[in-house]
Structure formats: structure tokens, C-alpha cells
């Protein structure tokens, strides 16, 4: 046995994971189900393939680790992980490490860990982000289980993952499913991003008319400022791409219909066991539900009309300020509430994660990286209620210029019929927040009347009810 560490699955993640790991000196050991995409995948590795150990069976794959050994699985996240670890657990000895790299539900991550508590064995939740281009070059990397067990393959994380000014992009994030967690809000998070972005194009597009040429400079000069990030850069750079059959750009010859694979559903549904607010993320999600109802969305546009096109005034400087900043806002609000979901679970499952270290390992490597995440480290680092980035000194500052340009988006969108779902959905939410009193009282007063369930008053402590009076004609009906 002379591998340093194992990887189950050379799918897109984990053939260019494996890669990766080999070229920053380390042995791998590497098994895929189907074994024809090993030999494919040690062919095609060149020079690295030296430091590659091609495995037919989980036995092999076992016996050319060095003990006590770390085994990544990187396989279709579900029913696949269940079964690899089935098939692992009678092979492996005490304090080998199974790795789950994929997309995991952090709920399965705990039961993993559950069922494998008292074997020996150990258990890590790892979330992994860049896509393909990350895995092999750096992507970012966010560690859940026990420390010890982060401690001992931290070298080869550290080589891998992606860098931002020297520092590397992975961290231990908690124990337990804290790093499943934290991939599935940074997932959340990347859901409520592009949409609000996917918005601002459809104003450009279908409010100002502006072709797919005309708008991606206005990204590629964004990505200049305060919105400079990955997904920023990618905008501009997919509205600049030409479809090579038809001649158009090719964003206007793809369906409007977006695929989601399961974490912006579950970050939401996270947020509503937590009771902690995440609508940026759940319009995101419900967005690309609607988009999928084609048909619907057709028959719906013959019967109403679609919103009209132009209506809105000439595109000026002012406006694309207005667009800008209220973009901005809208990126504010949805980064305060994936960041309050994160510390309200901390919380709740006592994982002490922390939010700083999270916001840094996002500054490169991962989909959501950007400039941005650094701020957010460094208001975190400072801030006493890490429930809030809004009351941070650094983000007040910034809603305080940004949320009036948000507004007046959302309004003059609302006026032309142009959808703003998740812009929306952060504007209502700072408004919200910011009011001390809100209108609770009246709903306390209709549970009270209709179900006894009692209310707090303003000038004292206890539960009370109301002396209301029976609904006129009620007695005669019943
Ligand atoms: P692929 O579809 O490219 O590869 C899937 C891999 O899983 C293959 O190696 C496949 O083996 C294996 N597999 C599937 N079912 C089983 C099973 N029942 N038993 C054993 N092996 C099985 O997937 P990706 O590489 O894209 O994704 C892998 C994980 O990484 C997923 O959890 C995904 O959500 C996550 N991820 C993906 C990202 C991406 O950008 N693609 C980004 C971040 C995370 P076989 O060849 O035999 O079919």
C-alpha cells in the first residue's frame, strides 16, 4: 500500500478532484463502479498517471492506501453514497476516514456519522465547490465531522483547494454536517445571485430593449465595480457568445427553462425549520419552478399579455446607476440572510461555525466568489450579532446609498409588468426589518379570536385574550 488517499467515482467532480491531488505530489488511489471509466481515466491522465493507482475493486482500492486510510467518495449524492459506504464499512479498519464529497443533504451526513459512530470508522461531510474547472484547479472546500479527522487530511486540502492571495479556500466549518450545511446555503446563496441577476437582464432586455450584445458590456463594466464577481464576469461573458448554427446570440436560442438539482429547495425548506427568513433564496427557487411551467407561462401570456416592451423610459446613466446599485442591495440582503441561516443552525445543532472563515474560503474557487465575500469576512470578524450583516457599520453603509435605487427598480418594474421576484423579495424584506413595529399585532388578534391562542400586550408580561365580541349573526347561524 503506498496511496496516500482514495477516491471513489471519476465522474466529472471526481476524475478532475483525483487529478488535482496527484499533481500536488500526493498518491492516489483511485475505483469507479463502471471500470472502463478507470482505464479511461488513468489513460488520459499523462504524466500524472505515475502517482495513480488504478483500482478494480474496493478490495484493491483498500489494500493500496496506507492505513489509517482517507477515501473521498465523489458519487451521485443519495442512494450512491449509502451503497459505497455499505460496501466499505466490513473492508476498513479502525480510524479510516470515508469522505463524502458530493452534494449531500446534511441530514444524511448526520445519519452516516450516526450509523458509523461506535465502528471506528470516521466519518467527514465535505462540501466541494467550483465546478469541474474548480476540482481540478482549485475549488473551495468546507469541512464537517470530527476535528481530528479534518486535522489529518488538511495537508492534501490545503494543496487543492483554491487560493485567494495566498490563502488556501478550505476550512473545518464544524462538526457534524456542518460543512454539508454550509455547501448547501453557499449553493442557496449562488440560486438567489443568479436570479437577481437573470432579473436585471430581463428589465434590460424586455424593459429597455436591449439586445443580448448590447447588454453584455454593461456586465463586463459592472464586474469593474462593486459587483465584481465570478458570476458578473460569466454574464458578460455568455451574452457576448454567438450561436454557431443560427447566427444569434446564443442566450436567446436557449429554452427559458432552468434545471435545479435539489440544494436552492433545500436551503429553503433549512430556513423554514429554522424560522429564519431566506426569501431572496426561496423566490429564487420558486423562479425556476415557473420556469419550468412553459406551457402554463405561454397560455397564461395569450390570455393577460406579456409586459410591454420599451415602456420604460430611454436607458441614461441614471438608470444604469439605479440598476446597479439595485442589484447591489438586492446581493446585501440575500448574503445578510443565507449568512443568518448559517448562524441560526451553529446555533441550533451547537456546530460554533465560523461565519468569518466561511465568507473567506468563498472569496475564491467557488461559484459565488468575489471581492464582496471579503468585506462580508471582515464586517463579520467585528460584528456582535452575526444574525444581521445589515446593522454591521461597513453594510449599513451600503443599503443606507443602495436600497432607494432597489426600490425605485422594483416600482417602475412593478409598473411595466417586468418580474423582479427575488429583488422583490429583498426590498419587502429590508422593509420589513426595518420597521420596529410591524403589523404581528393584528394577526396575535385574528389567532385570538378564532383559536384562543392568546397574545402578548405592549404594557405587560403573561398571555391575555381579547373580550371580542361574537360575529354579528353568528348565533342566529349556528
Ligand atoms: P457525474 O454524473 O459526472 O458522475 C457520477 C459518478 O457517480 C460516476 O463516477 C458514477 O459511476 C458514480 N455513481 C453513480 N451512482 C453510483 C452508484 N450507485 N454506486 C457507485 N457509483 C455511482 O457526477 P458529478 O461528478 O458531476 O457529481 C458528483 C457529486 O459532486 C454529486 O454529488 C454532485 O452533486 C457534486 N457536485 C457536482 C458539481 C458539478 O459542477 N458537476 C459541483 C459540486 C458538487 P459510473 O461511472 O459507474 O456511473
Redesign the pocket.
Known amino acids: 500500500s503506498t496511496a496516500d488517499i482514495g477516491l471513489i467515482?471519476?465522474?466529472?467532480?471526481?476524475a478532475n478532484l483525483a487529478l488535482n491531488i496527484a499533481e500536488k505530489g500526493f498518491r492516489i488511489a483511485v475505483y469507479?463502479?463502471?471500470t472502463a471509466?478507470t482505464r479511461e481515466f488513468v489513460e488520459a491522465a499523462g504524466s500524472l498517471a505515475d502517482r495513480i493507482v488504478p483500482c478494480e475493486t474496493l478490495e484493491e482500492l483498500r489494500d493500496a492506501i496506507k492505513p489509517p486510510r482517507p477515501i473521498i467518495l465523489?458519487?451521485?449524492?443519495g442512494?450512491?453514497v449509502d451503497?459505497?459506504i455499505e460496501g466499505l464499512k466490513p473492508l476498513l479498519q479502525q480510524d479510516d476516514i470515508i469522505i463524502d464529497?458530493?452534494?449531500?443533504n446534511f441530514h444524511d451526513t448526520r445519519r452516516h456519522m450516526n450509523e458509523l459512530a461506535g465502528t471506528g470508522l470516521q466519518f467527514i461531510g465535505m462540501g466541494?465547490?467550483g465546478?469541474?474547472e474548480g476540482a481540478r484547479h482549485g475549488p473551495s472546500i468546507m469541512v464537517g465531522g470530527p476535528e481530528a479527522s479534518y486535522r489529518r487530511i488538511e495537508p492534501v486540502l490545503d494543496a487543492i483547494a483554491a487560493r485567494y492571495k495566498g490563502e488556501a479556500c478550505q476550512a473545518w466549518v464544524g462538526p457534524d454536517g456542518a460543512g454539508h450545511f454550509v455547501k448547501t446555503i453557499h449553493n442557496g446563496i449562488e440560486y438567489a445571485d443568479m436570479q437577481m441577476i437573470a432579473e436585471i437582464y430581463g428589465v434590460l432586455r424586455d424593459g429597455y430593449g436591449l439586445s443580448a450584445g448590447e447588454i453584455a458590456p454593461i456586465f463586463a463594466e459592472w464586474n469593474r465595480g462593486r459587483l465584481n464577481s465570478y458570476l458578473i464576469e460569466i454574464t458578460a461573458h455568455v451574452l457576448s457568445a454567438t450561436d454557431s448554427v443560427s447566427g444569434e446570440p446564443l442566450v436567446d436560442m436557449i429554452l427559458d427553462r432552468a434545471g435545479q438539482?435539489g440544494t436552492g429547495r433545500w436551503s429553503a425548506i433549512e430556513s423554514q425549520h429554522l424560522s429564519v427568513p431566506a426569501t431572496t433564496i426561496e423566490s429564487a427557487v420558486a423562479a425556476r419552478s415557473l420556469s419550468a411551467m412553459k406551457t402554463e407561462r405561454q397560455l397564461t401570456e395569450e390570455r393577460f399579455g406579456a409586459s410591454a416592451r420599451g415602456t420604460l423610459a430611454p436607458l441614461s446613466p441614471e438608470k444604469l446607476e439605479m440598476l446597479e446599485q439595485a442589484l447591489f442591495a438586492g446581493k446585501i440582503i440575500a448574503y445578510t440572510q443565507g449568512f443568518a441561516v448559517m448562524a441560526a443552525a451553529s446555533r441550533e445543532f451547537g456546530w460554533n461555525t465560523p461565519l468569518g472563515t466561511v465568507a473567506r474560503i468563498w472569496r475564491a474557487g467557488c461559484i459565488i466568489r468575489s471581492q464582496f465575500l471579503g468585506e462580508i469576512a471582515k464586517a463579520l470578524d467585528v460584528a456582535t450579532d452575526t444574525q444581521n450583516l445589515l446593522l454591521t457599520e461597513l453594510f449599513s453603509g451600503y443599503i443606507e446609498t443602495s436600497h432607494p435605487h432597489l426600490r425605485r427598480l422594483v416600482a417602475e418594474s412593478a409598473l411595466a409588468g417586468l418580474p423582479v421576484p427575488s429583488l422583490g423579495a429583498a426590498l419587502a424584506h429590508f422593509d420589513q426589518l426595518r420597521r420596529g413595529t410591524g403589523t404581528a399585532n393584528l394577526i396575535q388578534a385574528q389567532r385570538d379570536f378564532f383559536g384562543a391562542h392568546g397574545f402578548e400586550r405592549i404594557d405587560g408580561d403573561g398571555t391575555h385574550h381579547g373580550n371580542w365580541l361574537p360575529l354579528a349573526g353568528s348565533e342566529a347561524e349556528s
Not at 9 to 14: N, Y
Not at 74 to 77: C, E, F, G, N, T
Open positions: 467515482g471519476l465522474g466529472v467532480m471526481g469507479n463502479r463502471t471509466r465523489m458519487v451521485a449524492a442512494a450512491a451503497q459505497q464529497a458530493g452534494n449531500a466541494v465547490s465546478g469541474e438539482k
